[in-house]
């Protein structure tokens, strides 16, 4: 496509939202403008970054583990003691009785070791982090597709709308001229009557296309996460085909989101079996109070160069038996291990069954492609014919017709082979797991080769 029919066919206004009026400042958004308000807007993409806010938040509580708790702690008690029933009467015993006592003092306590629950938490908060991360890259690459699908898909109803007007244009023309024809008696009524016919039809496809075309505005604005409400301009400044590697590149890319979920489940299932090995572990905690105690509250509360007691302590507490619920623990955690594992392997058999499917689908519309251009050559060159032949009177309105319809679907055909090839490249960069990175950093002043990626 030239960079005038690029110009004339593709820019456009469309009804989008005012927040993205404020933000391009009433300059057209081109498909780079459109990821990035969605990627800076859209929900989805802002719930994914509490989720990683989150994870910070568990692995602080993680780390917290290993320092001190320091604790203000007040008592204040009453009791009573009776002595044993004499005769119907209550009477004391010798050397009990009853009543307060106070408290208030503050403790410090140090775990000192509490095995792998420990740095096992950790490394367990860790891989949370990671893949809150991971879980954000994956939903802005899905962000990312939706977008780029859905302007794909509306610039190709927009240049479909544009052929069928001219195919419009065309028909009307068709019943100028029968109209000609009849009036100098060249022509016949029927003539007329099926150009009239021609042309209304045309005129509904081409109010069909335009509700269609309104109906993929909301969609679009919807993958941005946007209201539609105001106008936009949009235009296409992106090369025709996003660079695509070689055959000989055309290998899976682990680093992809979904892999590396996957790996982080495995790593966090390792962890959750440490976890829970951990139970068979002792655990050691230190401990020092201050404290200041007395059995009159004025005591306790007044007098503070007196009455003070110090004290530490050391506990060591050692499992022994708790039946057979650690254990079972333990065989859980090593179940998901391994369920992990298997997991992993079976995102990167499904991340490279995408790639080929992806490169598949490239490879054929490529060769469709071709081929459609051929198709509208001959399509063209028999409407001329089919035109030529109405005017001196040796071709029929029907054959005219015949001839306009093939001409029109050629096109309408290539216009959609090529958005096909826009949307398939897209699923490719997908499923490599670089959609954002390519889209965004691709240059738009050079055409790129869709094979090779080299510039042309």
């Known amino acids: ?95 009990t009785g009853g009543g307060e006592f106070h408290s208030f003092g503050l403790v410090l306590q140090q775990p000192l070791f509490s095995g792998p629950q420990g740095w096992a938490g950790i490394k367990r908060a860790r891989s949370a982090v990671k893949r809150a991360r991971l879980s954000q890259a994956a939903v802005r690459a899905d962000v990312a597709l939706n977008v780029i699908n859905a302007f794909f898909l509306l610039l190709m109803q927009l240049e479909q709308l544009d052929v069928l007007e001219q195919s419009m244009q065309l028909s009307q023309g068709q019943l100028r001229l029968a109209q000609e024809r009849f009036e100098i008696g060249t022509g016949s009524r029927v003539d007329v009557t099926r150009a009239m016919v021609s042309a209304g039809e045309d005129r509904i496809r081409v109010e069909e296309q335009r509700k269609l075309i309104r109906t993929l505005q909301v969609q679009l604005n919807a993958t941005m996460g946007m209201s539609p409400t105001s106008p936009i301009a949009i235009h296409a400044d992106n090369p025709d085909t996003i660079a695509l590697p070689g055959q000989q590149q055309n290998i899976a890319s682990y680093a992809h989101p979904r892999v590396a979920l996957a790996e982080i489940d495995a790593e966090t299932a390792r962890q959750e079996v440490k976890l829970a090995s951990g139970e068979f572990w002792p655990i050691m905690v230190a401990s020092a109070q201050h404290q200041r105690q007395g059995q009159a509250l004025a005591d306790v509360y007044a007098g503070w160069d007196r009455r003070h007691g110090f004290g530490a302590s050391l506990m060591l507490a050692i499992p022994v038996f708790e039946g057979l619920s650690t254990l079972s623990k333990v065989r859980e955690a090593k179940a998901r291990e391994a369920r992990a594992k298997v997991a992993v392997l079976a995102q990167q058999q499904a991340v490279a069954t995408e790639l080929a499917q992806a490169m598949s689908e490239v490879r054929g519309l490529q060769i469709i492609e071709t081929i459609e251009a051929g198709n509208i050559a001959s399509a063209e060159a028999s409407l001329v014919m089919a035109r030529e032949r109405y005017a001196l009177g040796m071709g029929t309105a029907l054959e005219l017709r015949d001839a306009q319809l093939a001409a029109t679907r050629a096109r309408l055909a290539l216009v959609k082979t090529r958005f096909d090839l826009q949307l398939a490249v897209a699923a490719y960069h997908h499923a490599r797991g670089d959609i954002v990175k390519t889209y965004l950093s691709s240059p738009s002043g050079n055409s790129v080769n869709a094979v090779d990626g080299t510039a042309q």
Not at 30 to 41: G, T
């Open 1 to 95: 496509m030239s960079n005038a029919q690029t110009s004339t066919r593709l820019l456009i206004v469309i009804l989008l939202t005012g927040a993205s009026t404020a933000v391009a400042g009433g300059t057209p958004l081109s498909l780079r403008d459109c990821l990035r308000l969605a990627l800076a807007h859209h929900p989805d993409v802002a719930m994914a970054q509490t989720d990683i806010n989150g994870a910070k938040a568990a692995l602080m509580g993680a780390r917290a583990t290993y320092f001190p708790t320091i604790k203000i702690e007040a008592h204040s008690a009453y009791q009573r003691e009776e002595a044993t029933v004499n005769q119907g009467a209550a009477s004391p015993m010798p050397g």
